[in-house]
């Protein structure tokens, strides 16, 4: 019987001990397994960077760098949390019926890393499409430099195509008065005047705007209609003039200062502290569409800019679609303190 009772006892110590073998080797394998499949991510994450250049034919040994394009860092799971919080919250508002769709794009400006959901969807950009039209204005002066000072009269029948459009806001501009293209770009950013808008365009070579579209298009190579945007390129020309690196110093200053200078102040700039530039552009759009199988008159409302917080100045720019403007800048501004916040951690 002894020997019984001990060759169990024996059995059962042998049991415990293969299986305390097995859960270490396991925890071993499992740790190393789960290393290798962490290093391929992390290979897979810096493989994916790499240069934008200009490649502009002019020049025959440089090639000007525009920027660099990679892969989000939530796949190494950098910003996953703060991503997993907006999708979260965006979610509720959805199943609330406030939010109908949506778009964002975040970039650390310090370090390049960005994040972002659904930000190849494309979104009528309104009012956002200004912002682009005076980069590419003063990339024409970087050519032709008494452009600025190029004139033309604010005539009935520009004024006439301003009153037509829809949702337009009457604009400053006299008619039969005289504006310089200079005045013209300051008064469409800072006015987000439409009429100053049209008439700019009616002066300017438009193919410095086609040229500024079809050089960011390795950014958004997704086929969308002329008339829509990618919150991630749009976030592209904010990158362009905070880098300086499509106009000059000096212009690129200009045109981010007249950002600074709106004076909407809902939506991203809402979200941060009052002590806290934000340079940034905003744009509104109604439009009929058929949500949920219910023609609907939807709104979309787009806010995107530099929040330059202290030492960790970022780029947001978040392009949404629902019910009604109050409940989208209430959105909006949440979002927008959701990420502050989070830089400043």
């Known amino acids: 019987m002894r020997n019984v009772i001990n060759s169990h006892i ?16 396991s925890g071993v394998g499992g740790y ?23 490649d502009n034919e002019v020049y025959k040994f440089i090639n000007p760098l525009i920027g660099n394009v990679s892969a989000p860092a939530t796949d190494v799971g950098i910003y996953s949390n703060i991503k997993d919080d907006i999708i979260s919250y965006l979610k ?29 969807s494309a979104f009528f950009p309104a009012s956002l499409f200004k912002f682009p039209i005076a980069i590419a204005a003063y990339k024409q002066v970087e050519s032709e430099p008494l ?5 033309a009269v604010y005539t009935a029948e520009i004024s006439n195509i301003n009153s037509s459009g829809k949702l337009n806001s009457e604009s400053i501009l006299t008619v039969g008065k005289t504006y310089t293209a200079e005045e013209l770009v300051s008064i469409m950013i800072l006015e987000s005047d439409n009429g ?14 086609e040229n500024l579209f079809e050089m960011l298009a390795v950014i958004d190579h997704k086929e969308i209609k002329a008339n829509e945007i990618s919150s991630r390129k749009y976030s592209a020309f ?27 102040k809902d939506g991203l700039v809402a979200g941060v502290p009052a002590n806290i530039p934000v340079a940034h552009k905003y744009g509104v759009y109604e439009v009929d569409e058929i949500i949920n199988g219910i023609n609907r008159k ?16 970022y780029i947001f720019c978040f ?4 019910k009604d403007n109050k409940s989208l800048l209430e959105i909006i501004s949440h979002v927008s303190k959701l990420v502050y916040d989070n830089q400043n951690k």
């Open 10 to 25: 024996y059995s059962k110590s042998t049991l415990a001990l293969l299986l305390l073998t097995c859960m270490f080797v």
């Open 32 to 54: 190393f397994i789960g290393g290798i499949i962490k290093e391929k991510s992390y290979y897979s994450f810096l493989k994916s960077f790499r240069n934008i250049r200009e």
């Open 92 to 120: 509720t508002e959805k199943n609330k019926g406030n939010l109908y769709d949506y778009s964002f794009h975040f970039r650390d400006l310090n370090t390049g890393l960005w994040f972002g959901e659904n930000d190849m």
């Open 147 to 151: 452009f600025l000072k190029k004139s």
């Open 196 to 209: 100053a808008k049209n008439l700019l365009l009616s002066i300017m070579d438009i193919g410095y705007i």
């Open 238 to 264: 904010l990158r362009l003039l905070y880098g300086s690196t499509y106009l000059n110093e000096e212009h690129s200053e200009k045109i981010l200062s007249m950002l600074e200078k709106s004076d909407f």
């Open 298 to 313: 939807t709104q979309q409302l787009h806010d995107c800019g530099i929040v330059y917080y202290s030492q960790n100045p």
């Open 319 to 322: 392009m949404t679609k629902g």
